[in-house]
DNA sequence: TTAGTTAATTAACAAATGTTAATTTTTAAG
DNA sequence: CTTAAAAATTAACATTTGTTAATTAACTAA
């Protein structure tokens, strides 16, 4: 049996064929660490499911700093999915922390899929779901926490989250800086 | 022509029909500033849509904080939506501000009747990937965005909230104390 | 209007975080 | 192993925000 079926099947119920469907339209992909795979202002089209290594997803301020908004670990889903819901250029950038084997899937054709198929339907829907509670958890976190209790949530999700991701990107996640992670680090050993 | 079908019909197409079965599990209510539609740990089988007044949604941390999450004015939708759908306890309270008018909705029949209405299941997806995006925008204001931004943030989208809703609440929704917001005002005026 | 209550501002000091730069540690390359 | 580059820590000082308490302003009820 196929994992990523498995995997799928496990959010919603779908059948083989919604499954080989979604399959003629998504492309594996092995990307290098560095490669950008949703650039800065591109209008996307393709969502992508991350079955090796780690994304980042971040943000450029005006004052050029760089904010990290999530990291992606397998298997999750990955897209700038306000950009395509809106065709509109993306505001995010989708970069590889590490080499990354990838399916690439066309978000629109995705679409068109889910409009004749109510399985294909359900699973976006759960999908949507999913992504609700997490920003919103992530939201409460970030407005009742300060930095450290931040810290010590995302080594609750990610318990090995030193190891993987470097200071800076785990201090721009947290929306502070690689010095007061440092501190923080300190403190809670 | 009902201006709540006009509404709803503004976001995704439904047809009369649709609207008159979302009617049938629809109760309108009137409710006195103070009311907890939602209270704390209560499980909810109810979505709201507010057409007119004020509503909070807010957080509790264990020190007793209380953090606003959102603010909701007319019209809109309000509902503790994970706990709906995780059908568990609220870990929010949805709480009327002013006096509101509302249309209570049963969230697990509008979920049985988007089972058999594609038209009501894209309104739900909908109004999904509207969340979506305005969580998503939110996170992503609380992490680039300093407290001063935050809040001019804030004013362009309700440009008379220093009217509609009092420094302490607003300051819960910012994430910072009252004293802070007031050092702002003053700084920016 | 007046007294009492609540909301908002201000002040004084403490704690958290930012900024810059120097130093140390780790990693990678030869 | 040695050296160069990158990553992490530390230090010193500035800024932001929190905390507590006093003061002022605004609102409410009698």
Request: charged share 25%; glycine share 2%; aromatic share 12%.
């Given at each position: 049996m196929?994992?990523?079926?498995?995997?799928?099947?496990?959010?919603?119920?779908?059948s083989?064929?919604?499954?080989?469907e979604?399959k003629k339209?998504s492309t594996f992909?092995?990307?290098?660490?560095?490669?950008?795979i949703?650039?800065?202002?591109?209008?996307?089209s393709?969502?992508y499911?991350?079955?090796?290594?780690i994304?980042?997803?971040?943000?450029i301020?005006?004052?050029?700093?760089?904010?990290?908004?999530?990291f992606?670990?397998?298997?999750?889903?990955?897209?700038s999915?306000?950009?395509l819901m809106?065709?509109?250029p993306?505001v995010?950038?989708?970069e590889?922390?590490?080499?990354?084997?990838?399916?690439?899937?066309?978000?629109y054709?995705?679409?068109?899929l889910c409009?004749?198929?109510?399985n294909l339907?359900n699973l976006y829907?759960?999908?949507?779901?999913f992504?609700?509670?997490?920003?919103?958890?992530?939201?409460?976190?970030?407005i009742?926490l300060n930095?450290?209790e931040?810290?010590?949530?995302?080594?609750k999700?990610?318990?090995?989250?030193?190891?993987?991701i470097?200071?800076?990107?785990?201090?721009?996640?947290?929306?502070i800086?690689?010095?007061?992670?440092s501190?923080?680090?300190k403190?809670?050993?």
């Amino acid at each position: 049996m196929d994992r990523n079926f498995t995997f799928l099947n496990s959010i919603s119920n779908i059948s083989e064929e919604a499954f080989s469907e979604v399959k003629k339209i998504s492309t594996f992909k092995k990307i290098e660490a560095g490669t950008q795979i949703v650039k800065l202002s591109d209008v996307p089209s393709k969502a992508y499911m991350l079955v090796s290594g780690i994304i980042r997803c971040y943000v450029i301020t005006e004052s050029g700093k760089e904010f990290n908004k999530s990291f992606y670990l397998p298997v999750s889903f990955a897209a700038s999915l306000t950009a395509l819901m809106k065709r509109k250029p993306s505001v995010f950038v989708f970069e590889a922390l590490t080499d990354c084997k990838i399916y690439e899937i066309d978000y629109y054709k995705l679409m068109r899929l889910c409009d004749t198929n109510s399985n294909l339907k359900n699973l976006y829907t759960k999908v949507l779901e999913f992504l609700y509670v997490k920003y919103e958890k992530r939201l409460v976190e970030s407005i009742t926490l300060n930095a450290t209790e931040r810290y010590l949530q995302l080594k609750k999700e990610i318990p090995n989250v030193d190891e993987l991701i470097s200071q800076y990107q785990i201090a721009s996640y947290l929306g502070i800086t690689a010095v007061q992670l440092s501190r923080i680090r300190k403190k809670v050993s």
